[in-house]
Each structure stands twice: as C-alpha cells, then as structure tokens.
C-alpha cells in the first residue's frame, strides 16, 4: 500500500508547486514578478495566458492582496522613450495566448504592503470577462 501510495504523493505534490494554474478555460503558465529595488513602489509581473476556450475572452482585472492595487499595462518605444499605458482589458483570441513579458504586456503591482525580496511569492488573481478567476502564485526573480 505504502509503495504504491508514496509515488501518487509525490505526483501530487510536484503538480501543486508546477508553475502552470488553470481553469475551465483559461490556463497561465510561468507567473513571476521582476525584481525591483527595496524601495521600489511599483513592480511589472509577466506569465503567459492562454485561452484554450472556443470564444474570445479579456482579462478584465488583476489584483493582490499584497499590494495597495495592480494595472494592466502594455510597454513600447516612442521616439526612443519607453511608455507604459494602461489597458481596460486585454483580450485573448479563442485557442489564443498572450505572452507577458519585459517591453510589452505586464501586469504593474502597485504599492507593496511588505518587501517584495527576490525569491518571495504573490498570490495574484487574475479576473476575465467569462467569468472565470485564477489564483496564481508569481515567485520574484531577477530575470526569466
Ligand atoms: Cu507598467
């Protein structure tokens, strides 16, 4: 009993901590938060979504406990400048995925109640228009 029942523990657990959350339709993979200096009051958090659903869906929200509010924003280059805008929603074509990542799409964290060190991990929750909600664990590093 024992031997069979140690391995299925194991796989449990190693699916648990695996950096990959989904729900009926929605799935995020690889979650994390760049690293920032201590005083930093605004920090970018980056994953990939996918909609795996046969309808177009949009994130709508994004929120932590840990931190005073959180944006949706997209990065680009104006006549050499880097810009941040803000997005209402970011939309996610059916079989779709949008990659967030450094110089594009983030999620901006604003106001950390505590330090934010590397290696530390935030629970976000990601809220999209078919409503659908993820809780997903984003680690602090200092580069993919
Ligand atoms: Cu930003």
Redesign the pocket.
């Known amino acids: 009993m024992r031997k069979i029942l140690l391995p299925l523990f194991f796989a449990l657990s190693f699916f648990c901590i695996s950096p990959f959350v989904h729900a009926a339709n929605i799935s995020v993979t690889n979650p994390w938060i760049l690293e920032a200096p201590p005083t930093a009051k605004?920090f970018?958090a980056y994953m990939i979504i996918r909609n795996t659903g046969k309808q177009q869906t949009s994130l709508l929200e994004a929120t932590s406990p840990d931190f005073g509010s959180a944006?949706i924003?997209q990065?680009s280059m104006h006549q050499g400048m880097a810009h941040?805008m803000a997005l209402k929603s970011l939309p996610i074509k059916p079989g779709g995925k949008v990659i967030l990542e450094p110089g594009s799409f983030?999620i901006?964290l604003l106001n950390p109640h505590k330090p934010v060190s590397l290696g530390d991990q935030f629970m976000l929750q990601l809220r999209f228009d078919n409503g659908e909600s993820l809780q997903i664990p984003a680690e602090v590093r200092r580069h993919r």
Do not use: L, R
Request: proline share 0%; net charge negative; glycine share 0%.
């Open positions: 605004a970018a944006e924003h990065s941040m983030h901006m």
